[in-house]
């Protein structure tokens, strides 16, 4: 089955401790991007990348690292989390973006104390 | 930056009913995407537009890009509870030299069908 699988679904740290979020798609595809999706704010990109070693800034990047060493993996590292960084994070991929279908995870909710 | 906005932000309507929920910009996009959101899951790709003044139907569900490509629309007929979720509409930049397309989001309309 085709699918964008993340880990953990819900996490709950302490502000400053390291943490790894993970993505990983059996699809083949080139493109990830990761997401916060926060109320009334809709999705805001934190990364992307276009293909292995190759990422980029999204839209709130701060705060946030990812690496792409492996075309189906695609990890979120929060080196220190903070408070604002609460939120529900989604990780995407697709053959190719703008106009080919965007494959989502379930999402992981992460709770910064 | 672009900008989607969409209207109603939340909608609460009887089964059976009609709605329209809106996406708009000042800005032209080469395509328009909808999805639907349900709770604990990520979005999934209802419909991609990408000619202005295109209509797709999927079912009950209708959308319209509009003309001008700055904006959306999405009807449903004869609401049903299973159409319950959340909708994001998410507009495609067009490529930068680089090939590269950027999507940007809406902040989405809640809708609830009452059965």
């Known amino acids: 089955e085709a699918q964008v699988t993340q880990n953990p679904r819900y996490l709950i740290t302490v502000t400053g401790k390291k943490l790894t979020v993970t993505c990983s798609q059996n699809?083949?595809?080139?493109?990830m991007s990761w997401y916060r999706q926060d109320p009334g704010l809709g999705l805001r990109q934190i990364y992307y990348?276009?293909?292995?070693?190759?990422?980029d800034k999204g839209d709130v990047p701060e705060g946030y690292k990812v690496s792409r060493k492996e075309k189906r993996n695609f990890p979120l590292i929060l080196e220190s989390p903070s408070p604002n960084q609460t939120s529900l994070y989604f990780c995407?991929?697709?053959?190719?973006?703008?106009?080919?279908?965007?494959?989502f995870g379930s999402g992981t909710q992460l709770s910064v104390l | 930056t672009q900008l989607l906005e969409q209207s109603p932000q939340f909608l609460s309507i009887q089964e059976g009913e009609n709605l329209t929920v809106y996406c708009n910009s000042s800005?032209?996009?080469?395509?328009l995407q909808w999805y639907r959101q349900e709770p604990g899951e990520g979005p999934v790709l209802l419909v991609t537009?990408?000619?202005?003044?295109e209509v797709k139907k999927l079912k009950r569900l209708t959308f319209q890009f509009g003309d001008a490509r700055k904006d959306s629309s999405l009807h449903i007929t004869a609401a049903q509870p299973g159409d319950t979720g959340l909708y994001l509409c998410?507009?495609?930049?067009?490529?930068?030299?680089?090939?590269?397309?950027?999507?940007?989001f809406g902040t989405g309309t809640r809708l609830t069908i009452i059965p």
């Open positions: 998410a507009g495609g930049g067009f490529r930068s030299n680089f090939g590269n397309e950027k999507l940007t």
């Open positions: 699809m083949n595809h080139e493109y």
């Open positions: 537009v990408v000619t202005g003044g």
């Open positions: 995407a991929s697709s053959s190719w973006q703008g106009g080919e279908k965007l494959f």
């Open positions: 990348s276009m293909n292995v070693e190759v990422t």
């Open positions: 800005s032209v996009f080469s395509s």
